[in-house]
Nanobody, 115 residues
Framework: QVQLVESGGGLVQAGGSLRLSCAAS????????MVWYRQAPGQQRELVAV???????TYSDSVKGRFTISRTNAKNTVYLQMNSLKPEDTAVYYC?????????WGQGTQVIVSS
């Protein structure tokens, strides 16, 4: 089992920055990919950024160049540095972990970007 706890959300003005954290506990050795998703009101959940166990990263076009995903060497915490935030980045951000024998979600953290 893996438990994920997100933190770092909040209210920020457009153009500002936030850093989200997702701390994993439990069977962290089993985690392969860690992913940030987001879901805006009335919208489907969308992938934001991925980091694999080997350290490669992938971003959605909407955040490329503004967001950076990173992972600690112990691989138990993943961060999402969000710069140049836009009102359309407003959403609940979820951490997801793919593990050897399961998939796990955090509870989500709200990000609100005011114009």
């Amino acid at each position: 089992q893996v438990q994920l706890v997100e933190s770092g959300g909040g209210l920020v003005q457009a153009g500002g920055s936030l850093r989200l954290s997702c701390a994993a506990s439990g069977s962290i050795f089993s985690i392969t990919d860690m992913v940030w998703y987001r879901q805006a009101p009335g919208q489907q959940r969308e992938l934001v950024a991925v980091t694999t166990r080997s350290g490669s990263t992938t971003y959605s076009d909407s955040v490329k160049g503004r967001f950076t995903i990173s992972r600690t060497n112990a691989k138990n915490t993943v961060y999402l540095q969000m710069n140049s935030l836009k009102p359309e980045d407003t959403a609940v951000y979820y951490c997801y972990a793919a593990a050897l024998w399961g998939e796990y979600w955090g509870q989500g953290t709200q990000v609100i970007v005011s114009s």
